[in-house]
C-alpha cells in the first residue's frame, strides 16, 4: 500500500527557506506511471495547488509561487522536497505531499495524501 | 486560473437524508473534476474523479455528476461519518484550482 510521510521544520522564520521532504513507501517515485505533487492549506482555510513533477523532468509550477519554488527528486531515497524561498506569515500552512492519478498531468487528482505537516512562519 | 465556486458555503442536513453539494467552474472544464472529503485533523480524501468515477473504496452513496461547469455530488443516505468538509477541484487546466469547500454539518 502506498505511504507518503511529510518531514521538516515546523517553524520557520519570515525572510527565511522552508524546506520540506515526502518520503514515500510502497511505490516508485521513478515509476512511469505517475505524477507526484504538493498541495498545502492554511490553517482554516482550503486547499492550493503548489508544484508537480515527473520522473522524466517534467514540472509544473503554480504562477502564483513559481518564483519561490523549487521541487527536488532523490530517487535513490524514494523521496521529493519543496523549497520555497522567502517566506512569509502567508506561507504558513499544512503542506501535503501526494500522489496524482496518472502519467499525465491531465490525470490531475489526488490519491493517495500525506498526513501533512505544519509549517508556521514566525519570527 | 479557472475559479471554482462551491455553494453553499455550510449544508445542515439530518443522518439519512441526502445531500447535494455544488460546484461550478468560470470556463469549462470539461469532466477533468475531482471532489474530496476532509474531516478534521485530517488530510482530504480523494470521493470522485472524472466528475463521476468513485474513488478505490468510496461507498456507493457518494455520486458525482456534471460537466463543464456546473457539477454535483450528491450523498445518498448521509451517515454520521459523512459530515466532514468537501472540495472540488479542476484539472482540466494545468494550473489546478480548489473550491473554498462545503461543510457539511448535522442538523
Known amino acids: 500500500q502506498l505511504q507518503l510521510q511529510e518531514s521538516g521544520p515546523g517553524l520557520v522564520k519570515p525572510s527565511e527557506t522552508l524546506s520540506l521532504t515526502c518520503s514515500v513507501s510502497g511505490g516508485s517515485i521513478s515509476s512511469s506511471d505517475y505524477y507526484w505533487a504538493w498541495v498545502r492549506q492554511p490553517p482554516g482555510k482550503g486547499l492550493e495547488w503548489i508544484a508537480n513533477f515527473f520522473y522524466s523532468g517534467s514540472t509544473f509550477y503554480n504562477p502564483s509561487l513559481k518564483s519561490r519554488v523549487t521541487i527536488s527528486v532523490d530517487t535513490s531515497k524514494n523521496q521529493f522536497s519543496l523549497k520555497l524561498i522567502s517566506v512569509t506569515a502567508a506561507d504558513t500552512a499544512v503542506y501535503y505531499c501526494?500522489?496524482?492519478?496518472?502519467?499525465?498531468?491531465?490525470?490531475?487528482?489526488?490519491?493517495?495524501w500525506g498526513q501533512g505537516t505544519l509549517v508556521t512562519v514566525s519570527s | 486560473e479557472i475559479v471554482m465556486t462551491q455553494s453553499p458555503a455550510t449544508l445542515s442536513v439530518s443522518p439519512g437524508e441526502r445531500a447535494t453539494l455544488s460546484c461550478r467552474a468560470s470556463q469549462s472544464v470539461s469532466s477533468d473534476l475531482a471532489w474530496y472529503q476532509q474531516k478534521p485533523g485530517q488530510a482530504p480524501r480523494l470521493l470522485i474523479y472524472?466528475?463521476?468515477t468513485r474513488a478505490t473504496g468510496i461507498p456507493a452513496r457518494f455520486s458525482g455528476s456534471g460537466s463543464g461547469t456546473e457539477f454535483t455530488l450528491t450523498i445518498s443516505s448521509l451517515q454520521s461519518e459523512d459530515f466532514a468538509v468537501y472540495y472540488c477541484q479542476q484539472y482540466n487546466n494545468w494550473m489546478y484550482t480548489f473550491g473554498q469547500g462545503t461543510k457539511l454539518e448535522i442538523k
Open positions: 472524472g466528475a463521476s
Open positions: 501526494a500522489r496524482q492519478g496518472g502519467s499525465s498531468w491531465v490525470n490531475g487528482w489526488f490519491d493517495p
